[in-house]
């Protein structure tokens, strides 16, 4: 299992940005990919974007698409979420999670290896 740790949650009005980080330890590269998640309250945990690891492809869902960029530090072992002109709809916890593999129109799949506790982005209207 790899550890992840999130941060840079926060509250912000709606435009805003944000950045989260996703720092690593363990063996991170038994995965192929990092992805950002988002779960609402009440709602499932969706994708958001994803990047494989040591790699330069990504994935973005229809809704980041423009407004946030995915990149990474390999050598920190950190992904970095990049979030501008935020929404009310943004709202929700945001998860990273490692996963054992990647593809071009899903971003991370497979395997499951570990997910981090979370950090809450708040957009206000």
């Known amino acids: 299992q790899v550890q992840l740790v999130e941060s840079g949650g926060g509250s912000v009005q709606a435009g805003g940005s944000m950045t989260l980080s996703c720092v690593s330890s363990?063996?991170?590269?038994?995965?192929?990919?990092v992805g950002w998640y988002r779960q609402a309250p009440g709602k499932e945990r969706e994708k958001v974007a994803a990047?494989?690891?040591?790699?330069?492809?990504?994935y973005y869902v229809d809704s980041a698409k423009g407004r946030f960029t995915i990149s990474q530090d390999s050598a920190k072992g950190t992904v970095t979420l990049q979030m501008n002109s935020l929404k009310p709809e943004d709202t929700g916890m945001y998860f990273c999670?490692?996963?054992?593999?990647?593809?071009?129109?899903?971003?991370?799949?497979?395997?499951?290896?570990?997910w981090g506790q979370g950090t809450q982005v708040t957009v206000s209207s």
């Open positions: 999670g490692a996963f054992a593999d990647y593809s071009a129109n899903a971003g991370c799949g497979g395997k499951n290896n570990g």
């Open positions: 363990g063996f991170i590269y038994s995965s192929a990919c």
């Open positions: 990047i494989v690891i040591r790699g330069v492809s990504t």
